[in-house]
T-cell receptor
C-alpha cells in the first residue's frame, strides 16, 4: 500500500487566495483526520470523518476553513480566503476502526502551507 | 478534558545510552496510546501502538509500556544511535471518539 498520500507537498500563496489541500487515505481505512502543526500550538485536530461523514469539526478555526470527503478514497481541506496566520504544516491521517478497537493512525507526509 | 504531557521537552545523550521518554495523560479512560517519531520537516511515523487492554509493546530496540491507572506511558530506547535523533510524540485516543490528543513531544539528540 502506498500509504496516505497528500498533495501538494508545498504550497505558497498570497493572502486572500483560495487554497485546497488533498488527501488520499489508505484503502480500507474508515476514518480520516486533518491536523495542523505549528511551533506554537503543536498538533491540533481540525476535523475528522468516519465512513465519509464529518463527525467532529470543532477544531476548524473559523468559517474560512471547510473540508469534504466525497468518497472513501478522497478528502479535501479548503481555506478561503487564506491569511498569513494559516501558515503551518497540514497533515492528513487515516485509521481503521472495527467494533470498539481502533488500530492507530497512519499519517501522510504533510503539506507545508505558506501564506504571504 | 484530556491533556497529554511529555517530559523532558528535549534530551541530548551520547550514543549507546539506554533512555526513557515519558508521557502522562489526565484521563485514564483511553482506547489506546500510540508513539510516533517525527524527523525535521517530515511527517509522523508510527512506532508502537498499545491498546488499552495491553501493558506493553516491543519493536526492535523500542519498548513502550502503559499504566492506565496512573495515566503514564514510557518509551524505552535501548542502545541509542545517532539515527534515533528525532522528535518523539505520544498520542492518546479519547473515549467516545477515535481522535488522538497529542503531547508536545520530546526532541531527542543522540551524539556520535
Amino acid at each position: 500500500d502506498a500509504g496516505v498520500i497528500q498533495s501538494p507537498r508545498h504550497e505558497v500563496t498570497e493572502m486572500g487566495q483560495e487554497v485546497t489541500l488533498r488527501c488520499k487515505p489508505i484503502s480500507g481505512h474508515n476514518s480520516l483526520f486533518w491536523y495542523r502543526q505549528t511551533m506554537m500550538r503543536g498538533l491540533e485536530l481540525l476535523i475528522y470523518f468516519n465512513n465519509n461523514v464529518p463527525i467532529d469539526d470543532s477544531g476548524m478555526p473559523e468559517d474560512r476553513f471547510s473540508a469534504k470527503m466525497p468518497n472513501a478514497s478522497f478528502s479535501t481541506l479548503k481555506i478561503q480566503p487564506s491569511e498569513p496566520r494559516d501558515s503551518a504544516v497540514y497533515f492528513c491521517a487515516s485509521s481503521f476502526t472495527e467494533l470498539v478497537t481502533n488500530y492507530g493512525y497512519t499519517f501522510g507526509s504533510g503539506t507545508r502551507l505558506t501564506v504571504v | 478534558k484530556q491533556e497529554v504531557t511529555q517530559i523532558p521537552a528535549a534530551l541530548s545523550v551520547p550514543e549507546g545510552e539506554n533512555l526513557v521518554l515519558n508521557c502522562s495523560f489526565t484521563d485514564s479512560a483511553i482506547y489506546n496510546l500510540q508513539w510516533f517519531r517525527q524527523d525535521p520537516g517530515k511527517g509522523l511515523t508510527s512506532l508502537l501502538l498499545i491498546q488499552s487492554s495491553q501493558r506493553e509493546q516491543t519493536s526492535g530496540r523500542l519498548n513502550a509500556s502503559l499504566d492506565k491507572s496512573s495515566g503514564r506511558s514510557t518509551l524505552y530506547i535501548a542502545a541509542s544511535q545517532p539515527g534515533d535523533s528525532a522528535t518523539y510524540l505520544c498520542a492518546v485516543m479519547t473515549p467516545g471518539t477515535y481522535k488522538y490528543i497529542f503531547g508536545t513531544g520530546t526532541r531527542l539528540k543522540v551524539l556520535a
